[in-house]
């Protein structure tokens, strides 16, 4: 079983490969794959990633205000 550590990591390589919409993406479509191979011990290593994409997607930085945001 993957240890937090790495499943954190993964989660932040797949959003610095792919992007943060995309990796979400991607670790859905991984995760059906190994649910629809009977692929247990895959499944929930990549629930877990999945898991963590979204987390690190929510908490993540917040784009930049445009200047004319800034001046209102």
């Not at 991984?30 to 499944?43: N, P, Q, S, Y």
């Not at 929930?44 to 930049?64: D, E, M």
């Amino acid at each position: 079983m993957s240890t937090d550590a790495e499943i954190w990591r993964a989660a932040r390589d797949l959003i610095a490969d792919h992007g943060p919409r995309r990796a979400e993406s991607h670790a859905t479509k991984v995760l059906a794959e190994m649910t629809l191979g009977g692929d247990f011990a895959g499944t929930l290593v990549w629930r877990r990633i999945l898991r963590a994409v979204k987390g690190l997607n929510a908490n993540g930085p917040k784009p930049a205000a445009s200047p004319t945001q800034r001046r209102r």
